[in-house]
């Protein structure tokens, strides 16, 4: 079985080579080029990245809030393929099927309503898309299952530990604090009891002991309701935090996937080290050097390996082609040439060690072996 | 991790080529605009008939009390493309110095309007507390006026004739751009720059309007040419009712008021100045439009 | 905060508006230059008769007290005689307010049906056929004059098609079967049980109050389309879509709601430009209202009628705005905290 077919062996959702081009007046951009990925029943799915790299256009494109993209692949979830739908279909799955929260609080509650307006719609018509004006109107005013929707979001709001949640139903978004509104969210997600969940960076625009206060929230909650769950990060802590799995996306492709251990224990792509290198660490004292350059543009994007021109081991067969997945095991790969060469031929494998020398500059350190491409 | 992205070095080397390129950019997205494209046309058209009336006009001497009754009301023909009116004269040449009076209107409305506006408005939105109160609420108060009453109560007390009119709306305009500039200041005053500058000492008109006044110009840029239709509508409007342009003055609005007693027979001595109006508001609101997406602000009119 | 305490702040800002309004408009009046006795009667009048008569308007006293008087008639609705119609200027504004809220309040009705219907349909058709032909509409009725348009509807409607009235507010064989109860001419004819008169009233007050709300429609269709665009992009219409809600209901509840905002604040504003507008409109339809008293004040030097007309006009506009502000803090709590902070 191919790494890409599927890594897990019950998958839930599958993507294969998923493309999203953006036009614009200077020309196509091709922000996600061929992602392939999958989100096994039950499973609590990564995608980390820095940002600018894809992850929300991915999560996006899966949802269909791309109004003005050219997006491309396959989409597969419970069997059923996503493309294929119309958009009627795929109002009744959101909501209900598949649900998701999102990345900022406090402005995706919509400022003029109520809370409990809100919550309360969502109960009696999330993943309803179908549901005309009539019936609404009849639902609504005539409390023909208003009142029943009404208790059930007071109940999912005590259930995401929400203080006073009564009066929180009668409160307008601004007069609750960030995390307050990350919890409606929580709430307003779980409402029509989805079995996959898909969360955009949940938590990072608040600070720090909140952030951990919601995730917590949120592994209690999935595990309590055996949600999948594909949740987008730029937090590498998080995704070793909360999930199995990891994938991680450069430039709009998938370089390496793993699980969750497996890459902090053992991560193979340059890049994947970067990134763990330089979370900061307590002990040592010193602060932890990024990598350097910025992730590429998508307007004309380095040919061969997006992450070239950042990489320290990249010599010339990473600036002409793409590398392929090379599997490593059964549920890791990775799209490094590095992994795969001849024994004869064999370059240097990178380790942690010497991607953190590469970053700090170490004179022993390794160095492109090619004349380094500005990226202007 | 989120260190990672480091962007030092980037900013310095693009920042001046950038200003030049999106300025290039603004301008070639400008033209593209077929709405801005038409509307620059139109108003560059008229400013040249508007300047060169007196030489391009048919009969320049029919601007004036010139009077050829054997002449009077004859439709429009290739000597008069927009026929002649009730004392024989050329509506076409009329309408071209009709252009020179409305947009001398605007120049001196706005010419005055506009910069006492902004130091008003910038004045108060810097300074914000008793200062904002006091500015704002004479502003309020002159804006709950429809500028086209308070004008013509200004222009009576006076006497009605172009240059009491001129005065009377210059003397209402500045209240718009004070409102604009004050909430366009007060969202700006706490911005970095503004602290960075005051910081290194600079003195406060140059924060005002060395700093700020280029960050907020897109906006009031786009306001002034909505301006300009505005103010030629209030014109013609005054002229209109009788108390702007004086006969024989060949105001626009005062050729339509003049031109109705020739209904509908002779419908062309009130409809082309008439149109011609629609015509230059047209231009400026289209130039106005095309700024407004260009700069992808939002103002009010 | 509480709703009621944000009226109370946004009356006291009324209040203050109010008192500048009158010094403006009593600043205004008192510019006159020359002697406004003579001018009302005339170059005929011996220099005694003028005095008298100044004495009499009380004109000959030090601005400051002109100034209390003239804030004691306000107060107590003596705004003192008009010199062309020798009536208490009171008595001749509620005579002829009547008709003028009636064109305006048909007008502003036009205005919010269509510019806000338009608005939505070129926003659902957003770049489309629709929404270009909606914005060549809205250049159109924002730059033609609304004198001239209403100048051409009738032409085009009254001599040419010869299928409306074009001047006044009721055919003359309904005028001796109307009698004038409310001074609205739409419900006076249905208080006098003639549906035909009613019908008539219609028929006259079409053309001008389109003419007059042509230019508001144009503006009201471009906030509403653009403010609606704007609204359908922002994260909470994105999140209401993901959790899979009508799409009707994210766009005609969710989304207007928010749209509501901006095309309010607008509608207030306009009510001014509406205000002036009448003036014109109401000269071209020979219509008896405040505007056409207004006009002939202006052009007969009347001042005392002026300063009645510009008084109640610039009252009309504080009024209208006082409830745009409460609707506003009703349709968005955060305006409470904001503008309460403001004023």
Not at chain 1, 4 to 22: A, G, M, N, Q, R
Not at chain 2, 45 to 73: C, K, R
Not at chain 3, 192 to 204: E, R
Not at chain 3, 245 to 252: A, E, I, M, S, T
């Amino acid at each position: 079985m191919s790494w890409e077919e599927s890594v897990v062996d019950d998958p839930l959702l599958t993507i294969k080579d998923l493309t999203v081009d953006f036009e614009s007046f200077d020309g196509i951009h091709k922000v996600i080029d061929g992602v392939s990925l999958s989100v096994g029943r039950g499973e609590v799915v990564a995608i980390a990245g820095e940002t600018g790299c894809g992850k929300s256009v991915t999560m996006k494109a899966i949802l269909r809030l791309l109004a003005t993209a050219d997006i491309n692949g396959e989409m597969i979830y419970d069997g059923q393929d996503l493309q294929a739908m119309s958009d009627r279909e795929f109002s009744m799955l959101k909501g209900r099927e598949m649900s998701m929260i999102f990345q900022d609080p406090m402005s995706s509650l919509n400022p003029v309503f109520t809370i409990g307006e809100q919550l309360t719609d969502t109960a009696q018509f999330g993943g309803r898309g179908t549901t005309g004006v009539l019936e609404y109107l009849k639902r609504k005013y005539t409390g023909n299952g208003r009142e029943e929707a009404r208790q059930r979001a007071i109940d999912m709001l005590r259930e995401v530990q929400m203080p006073d949640p009564e009066d929180v139903m009668e409160s307008y978004p601004t007069q609750l604090s960030g995390g307050m509104c990350q919890r409606v969210l929580i709430a307003q997600a779980l409402l029509n009891e989805p079995t996959m969940l898909i969360a955009d960076e949940p938590g990072t625009a608040l600070d720090v002991t909140i952030h951990d206060q919601i995730l917590t929230l949120l592994k209690r909650l999935i595990e309590e309701r055996d949600l999948s769950l594909l949740m987008i990060t730029h937090n590498l802590g998080v995704a070793r935090e909360i999930s199995d799995r990891v994938y991680i996306m450069y430039g709009g492709r998938i370089v390496e996937t793993a699980p969750t251990e497996d890459i902090f224990a053992e991560p193979k792509h340059p890049y994947t080290q970067g990134l763990i290198a330089s979370i900061p660490r307590l002990t040592g004292g010193e602060m932890a050097k990024g990598i350097d350059g910025s992730v590429p543009e998508y307007l004309n994007p380095p040919n061969g390996c997006r992450y070239h021109p950042r990489c320290p081991y990249a010599y010339e067969r990473c600036r002409s082609e793409r590398p392929p997945m090379v599997e490593q095991g059964a549920t890791t790969a990775v799209e490094c040439v590095l992994y795969d060469q001849p024994s004869d031929t064999a370059r240097e494998i990178p380790t942690i060690e010497r991607t953190r020398q590469a970053m700090d500059g170490h004179p022993e350190a390794p160095q492109p072996t090619m004349e380094s491409e500005t990226d202007d | 991790m989120s260190t990672i992205s480091q962007e030092r070095g980037w900013i310095d080397r693009r920042i001046p080529e950038a200003r030049r390129e999106s300025w290039r950019r603004a301008w070639l997205r400008f033209m593209n605009d077929r709405v801005g494209f038409i509307g620059l046309l139109i108003v560059v058209v008229v400013i040249l008939l508007a300047i060169l009336a007196p030489w391009i006009a048919p009969h320049p001497e029919h601007a004036g009390s010139f009077t050829d009754f054997p002449n009077a009301l004859q439709s429009p023909s290739l000597d008069h493309p927009f026929g002649t009116d009730q004392n024989g004269r050329d509506v076409f040449s009329r309408v071209l110095f009709g252009f020179r009076l409305s947009l001398m209107l605007v120049v001196v409305v706005l010419g005055f309007g506009v910069p006492v506006g902004i130091t008003l408005g910038m004045v108060a939105g810097y300074y914000g507390g008793r200062t904002e109160n006091v500015i704002m609420r004479m502003t309020d108060t002159f804006l709950a006026l429809p500028p086209l009453v308070m004008a013509l109560a200004i222009t009576s007390a006076l006497e009605p004739n172009l240059v009491n009119a001129m005065i009377a709306i210059a003397a209402l305009w500045w209240t718009w751009h004070a409102r604009l500039t004050q909430s366009l200041v007060s969202s700006e005053r706490n911005e970095a720059y503004v602290e960075a500058a005051k910081i290194a000492g600079a003195s406060t008109p140059h924060i005002m309007f060395k700093e700020i006044l280029p960050n907020i110009l897109s906006p009031i840029l786009v306001k002034i040419t909505l301006d300009a239709g505005f103010v030629i509508l209030i014109g013609a409007g005054l002229s209109f009712i009788g108390v702007g342009a004086q006969p024989p003055q060949p105001g626009l609005g005062t050729m339509v008021s003049q031109g109705t007693t020739y209904l509908p027979g002779s419908w062309w001595v009130a409809l082309f100045p008439g149109f011609a109006i629609m015509f230059v508001v047209m231009g400026f609101n289209m130039v106005g439009d095309g700024l407004r997406d260009l700069f992808d602000v939002e103002v009010d009119r | 905060m509480q709703y009621w305490q944000y009226i109370v702040r946004r009356l006291l800002g009324v209040l203050v508006s109010l008192v500048g309004l009158s010094i403006i408009i009593f600043a205004v009046s008192r510019i006159l230059p020359g002697n406004p006795a003579r001018m009302a009667l005339g170059p005929l009048a011996t220099d005694e008769q003028v005095e008298a008569f100044a004495a009499d308007m009380g004109i000959d006293q030090p601005v400051w007290m002109q100034y209390i008087q003239y804030m004691q008639g306000l107060l107590t609705g003596d705004l003192g005689m008009s010199l062309e119609t020798r009536n208490q200027v009171l008595d001749d504004i509620i005579r002829h307010l009547p008709a003028t809220i009636e064109l305006i309040t048909v007008a502003i009705s036009f205005t919010i049906v269509l510019g806000i219907g338009l608005g939505i349909l070129a926003a659902q058709h957003k770049d489309g056929h629709i929404d270009n032909a909606t914005r060549m509409l809205a250049f159109a009725t924002v730059s033609i004059p609304g004198f001239f348009l209403g100048i051409l509807f009738q032409l085009i409607f009254g001599w040419f098609l010869g299928i409306m009235p074009i001047t006044g507010r009721i055919s003359r064989e309904f005028r001796d079967e109307v009698t004038r109860e409310t001074g609205f001419m739409l419900i006076d004819t249905l208080l006098s049980g003639s549906l035909a008169a009613h019908f008539d009233a219609w028929m006259h007050i079409l053309l001008p109050a389109l003419a007059l709300s042509a230019a508001g429609i144009g503006q009201i269709m471009r906030i509403t389309r653009s403010t609606m665009i704007d609204v359908q992009r922002k994260d909470y219409i994105e999140a209401e879509r993901g959790f899979g809600l009508p799409n009707w209901l994210v766009v005609y509840k969710y989304t207007l709601k928010n749209a509501f905002v901006p095309v309010l604040t607008i509608l207030g504003l306009l009510y001014a430009s509406l205000l002036g507008n009448a003036f014109l409109i109401e000269l071209v339809f020979n219509w008896p209202g405040l505007a056409e008293y207004g006009v002939n004040a202006v052009l007969s030097n009347d001042f005392n009628a002026v300063v009645g007309v510009v008084m109640t006009i610039g009252i009309a506009f504080v009024t209208v705005n006082f409830v745009v502000d409460l609707l506003l803090g009703r349709v968005d709590p955060r305006i409470q905290l904001e503008r309460s902070g403001l004023t």
